[in-house]
């Protein structure tokens, strides 16, 4: 298939707009052709992670770009990066390293991109509509606008996310695509009691299940209550993104391209039929925990960042308590979301009962944690899947409300109730 | 499109010639490979410790995070990069980090998709020589396992 460029694509490459947007050009159009596309498509916005330092490579790239004067055509946020900017009291890393960060920040700001730190650019005021074209790295964020929101990005991250930000083109290709959006898989849960459907934890240990199941197929759950939340939406795509590759799902009756099993098909067959069973989804919650030692140092909630919903349960869990002496509490969100829970005086009661906010980074890939001995807990699967090889610590993985009861009492306790029957 | 079709599809098209070193399993650059040597580090695969710099790595297609496109271009940037990369199927996000590398610090690694019985018949030790067109070609008296 060979690539079919639009006028003004041959002329950037000619130069006809200089060297950044050419450079630009060149790998987008080189990306599409290895992707085997037959043409660029315009998005109308982009999300970046090229943004978080890992290397020379990504640090010599920005800076060739931005020294030759590149801009964002298309609105652009920025993902996550390795530093805290609003609390640097919490950095531990090497401070060599945070010099190459920072600096790596500083050029993508300078090239235009809205310099929001978070993973979930869909918590933010201005979000992609059902439809819409947009280029977005992060994965958890690429699950979440083509399931949640209905809008079509492939599955990007670094070099690309900024060249396509620069061009306004991304290859037409992938789930930019209606045949690659149908669902191919049919996961339907069999057994699964009223109680634990009801529960918020439910949807992480199903997504990191479903991300096992069908590695990058885009899969189609069926039977559900309609009107899932967004919170558990966004739980069950971050998990199955981690453990698997899944790029978008549907659920029927909750998200906006499944009204019907039908629809998400697309009136096609499915290529494979999955039950899950309260016994799979009690063995998926067992594998996210990695020891058994109730000896609890540190509680990390945030991953993907938490919603100004979900740090109102935290602070309605928590009531009047307080975190136990010698366990370290981390509540991970954007700064949009610290400012608004802020106003509602939230933060200060979170702060007062011995919480440390953070924002603008996540506690699993950054050195935050200063004890990484004993164990440490969370509520979030993707946590759960990357922390223990990142950071060298033992996790054991909870609700939400077993991390708070277990960051009260000092020690690891969870409602083994709901997995009962399981 | 034709991923397994009877001709090879160069993603980055150049020229090698090295030691094939076959994975077993896919390899997640991003966490999997470390730059400074050029070694697979992932606990988890069977053929950590193995040593890929210079060497033709064959594997069926890539695994896990889009952050691999960087650790590979920062890997042939240091010196420390496959000769080559050989795949069953377009990998986007292995071709990418070898555009840039390619863009950026004009260090080519060739990423070619092979048609299935060439592919198949890969095997580690042997030598092998890329062409430009993508097409492979083992070298009779050097082949064998290492």
Redesign the interface.
């Known amino acids: 298939?060979t690539l079919r460029l639009e006028t003004r694509d041959e002329a950037r490459l000619a130069g006809a707009e200089g060297p950044a947007q050419r450079?630009a050009t060149?790998?987008v159009t080189?990306?599409a052709?290895?992707?085997?596309a037959d043409g660029l498509l315009d998005i109308t916005g982009a999300h970046i992670?090229?943004c978080?330092y890992?290397?020379?490579?990504?640090l010599?790239?920005a800076h060739?770009l931005a020294d030759d004067g590149a801009r964002v055509l298309v609105p652009t946020t920025l993902n996550v990066s390795s530093l805290d900017l609003l609390h640097p009291e919490h950095a531990r890393g090497d401070p060599e390293e945070a010099r190459l960060s920072r600096r790596l920040m500083e050029r993508f700001e300078e090239m235009g991109c809205r310099p929001t730190w978070t993973c979930a650019p869909y918590q933010l005021e201005v979000r992609p509509g059902f439809g819409e074209q947009v280029a977005w790295?992060e994965?958890n964020a690429i699950v979440f606008a083509n399931s949640v929101l209905g809008a079509r990005t492939n599955?990007?991250?670094?070099?690309?996310d900024i060249c396509c930000a620069i061009t306004g083109r991304a290859p037409a290709a992938g789930l930019h695509l209606d045949e690659h959006r149908r669902a191919t898989v049919v996961i339907r849960l069999d057994g699964v009691s009223a109680d634990l459907l009801a529960r918020d934890v439910c949807y992480p240990v199903l997504g990191g299940l479903i991300g096992r199941l069908v590695g990058k197929a885009v899969p189609v759950v069926d039977g559900l209550e309609p009107g899932v939340s967004e919170d558990r939406l966004k739980a069950l795509g971050a998990a199955s993104a981690s453990t698997g590759?899944v790029g978008m799902f549907h659920m029927v009756g909750s998200t906006p391209e499944a009204p019907t099993l039908e629809a998400a098909l697309a009136g096609h067959e499915p290529g494979k039929e999955i039950t899950v069973t309260a016994a799979d989804l009690r063995a998926a919650r067992d594998r996210l925990s990695t020891t058994s030692d109730d000896d609890l140092r540190t509680v990390s909630l945030g991953t993907p960042h938490y919603s100004v919903a979900e740090i109102g349960r935290l602070v309605e869990l928590l009531g009047d308590r307080r975190v136990a002496d010698g366990v370290a509490f981390y509540v991970s969100t954007g700064r949009d979301v610290l400012h608004e829970v802020s106003l509602l005086g939230w933060a200060s009661r979170l702060v007062d009962a011995g919480v440390s906010m953070v924002t603008d980074t996540c506690t699993y890939f950054t050195p935050i944690i200063g004890d990484v001995t004993g164990t440490a807990m969370t509520d979030s699967a993707k946590w759960a899947y990357y922390a223990p090889?990142n950071l060298g610590l033992e996790v054991v993985f909870g609700s939400t409300e077993d991390c708070v009861e277990s960051a009260v009492v000092g020690r690891v306790v969870r409602d083994e109730g709901i997995w009962a029957g399981a | 499109m034709p991923d397994r079709g009877a001709t090879p599809v160069p993603l980055v098209a150049g020229t090698a010639t090295g030691e094939v070193l076959r994975l077993d399993e896919p390899l997640s650059f991003w966490g999997g490979l470390e730059t400074v040597e050029g070694r697979i580090i992932d606990q988890r695969h069977p053929q950590v410790g193995e040593m890929v710099a210079g060497r033709v790595l064959v594997m069926p297609f890539g695994r896990g995070s889009s952050s691999g496109s960087s650790v590979i271009c920062e890997a042939v940037r240091a010196g420390t990069a496959p000769a080559a990369i050989l795949m069953a199927e377009r990998d986007d996000i292995i071709a990418l980090g070898a555009i840039v590398a390619e863009e950026v610090y004009g260090l080519v690694m060739p990423v070619v998709v092979v048609p299935p019985e060439a592919f198949e018949g890969l095997e580690t030790g042997a030598m092998v020589a890329v062409g430009v067109d993508g097409t492979v070609t083992v070298s009779p008296d050097a082949g064998g396992p290492a």
């Open positions: 298939m450079l060149r790998v080189r990306l052709t290895a992707m085997g992670d090229s978080l890992h290397g020379q490579a990504v010599d790239f060739r790295a994965s599955r990007y991250g670094d070099f690309a590759s090889g």
